[in-house]
């Protein structure tokens, strides 16, 4: 059974850091390539951060660019996402998603939520201004 369980969500305020954490079980974690997305109250889900299974190459919003970082340890199966400079605009749930293919993701596949085959149940983040 694939599970995708992530963690680390929490209440902060504006500038402050979190760290999440998705812990994979189920699936050859070293043949997924990772994502994270981010769904507000109201809104699409939408893109956040991907890493492709090797890990030397990654894909970030423009939104977030320069303030997270997406980073995965292969032998523990869990992708992260360090989030620092946190917005008011950062509060959504947070998802990790895995994706299996022949090759790695592309930057356009990466963006799409239709690219990843598994989900976790998301974490919380709420940022206070």
């Known amino acids: 059974q694939v599970q995708l369980v992530e963690s680390g969500g929490g209440l902060v305020q504006a500038g402050d850091s979190l760290r999440l954490s998705c812990a994979v079980s189920?699936?050859?974690?070293?043949?997924?390539?990772m994502g994270w997305f981010r769904q507000a109250p109201g809104k699409e889900r939408e893109f956040v951060a991907a890493?492709?299974?090797?890990?030397?190459?990654?894909y970030y919003a423009d939104s977030v660019k320069g303030r997270f970082t997406i980073s995965r340890d292969n032998a523990k199966k869990t992708v992260y996402l360090q989030m620092n400079s946190l917005k008011p605009e950062d509060t959504a749930g947070y998802y990790c998603a895995a994706s299996f293919g022949a090759a790695s993701l592309s930057a356009g596949r990466a963006l799409q939520s239709t690219s990843y085959d598994y989900w976790g149940r998301g974490t919380q983040v709420s940022v206070s201004s």
């Open positions: 189920g699936l050859g974690f070293s043949s997924y390539d």
């Open positions: 890493i492709k299974r090797s890990g030397g190459g990654t």
